[in-house]
């Protein structure tokens, strides 16, 4: 053992992921069991736009190993990995696969969630701007989409449990304490200010896709009165 190391992961990238573990699990166990649970849901389908919006933005603004620059799966990245080439640390050029696909499907998840509906007594927080036959069709693509996703999800798990048993490289550990045993570069950059802007900027989306600015929807009809004779 190695008493090197070094930091790969900030406290912002790790609060994310495993709060967003938390929102999938939570939205999977609600959306099978529906019901009462249906409203959680639908609020934690909003946590999970604030989480990946502000991933998205820590993507350009965070720590050095946080943003997308740093592991975006280019030809060469992908050409030296498969060679036993690269050596670098974080997200490995194949890994980066599985982060840009489960961001994206998370955030197709989560907003085509937001048109949906369940012909009975839910609708989604912007329902209302698209009607009941475009929301239709999203709401199938939403439970299709939903497949894809325990695929991915399954895959990424499968992969670390690979690494761990098959190369010893333990990638929980990292992603619960930030440090990497080993000799590296710690990251650099990110800080308090660009964590209030990132965080700030998911609020702001997240705030939108609420529908809470729409304006009430207008009064039903009153009921027509019934003659008296």
């Given at each position: 053992m190695s008493d090197k190391r070094f930091l790969v992961w900030d406290l912002p990238t790790r609060l994310f992921h495993w709060?967003?573990?938390?929102?999938?699990?939570?939205?999977?166990?609600?959306?099978?069991?529906?019901?009462?649970?249906?409203?959680?849901?639908?609020?934690?389908?909003?946590?999970?736009?604030?989480?990946?919006?502000?991933?998205?933005?820590w993507g350009l603004i965070g720590s050095t190993y946080a943003r997308f620059a740093q592991f975006f799966p280019t030809p060469a990245r992908l050409r030296n990995y498969l060679a036993g080439r690269w050596q670098g640390a974080g997200h490995n050029p194949l890994g980066a696969f599985s982060v840009f696909g489960l961001l994206?499907?998370?955030?197709?998840?989560?907003?085509?969630?937001?048109?949906a509906n369940d012909d009975i007594a839910f609708t989604g927080y912007l329902y209302d701007?698209?009607?009941?036959?475009?929301?239709?069709?999203?709401?199938?693509?939403h439970k299709l989409s939903a497949n894809v996703l325990f695929a991915l999800v399954s895959l990424h798990v499968g992969?670390?449990?690979?690494?761990?048993?098959?190369?010893?490289?333990?990638?929980?550990?990292?992603?619960?304490?930030?440090?990497?045993?080993?000799?590296?570069?710690?990251?650099?950059?990110?800080?308090?200010?660009?964590?209030?802007?990132?965080?700030?900027?998911?609020?702001?989306?997240?705030?939108?896709?609420?529908g809470a600015?729409?304006?009430?929807?207008?009064?039903?009809?009153?009921?027509?009165?019934?003659?008296?004779?």
């Open positions: 709060l967003l573990v938390l929102c999938v699990t939570g939205s999977v166990i609600s959306g099978l069991i529906g019901g009462n649970l249906i409203d959680w849901h639908g609020c934690l389908g909003l946590a999970i736009v604030a989480l990946v919006t502000f991933r998205l933005a994206a499907l998370l955030l197709f998840q989560a907003g085509s969630g937001l048109f701007l698209v009607g009941k036959e475009l929301s239709d069709r999203l709401t199938g693509w992969a670390i449990v690979f690494y761990a048993h098959v190369k010893k490289d333990n990638l929980v550990k990292p992603m619960l304490t930030g440090w990497q045993d080993g000799e590296g570069v710690s990251a650099r950059g990110g800080g308090v200010a660009r964590f209030i802007a990132a965080a700030l900027f998911a609020a702001a989306v997240a705030f939108g896709a609420s600015w729409m304006p009430p929807p207008p009064p039903p009809p009153p009921a027509a009165e019934t003659p008296a004779w």
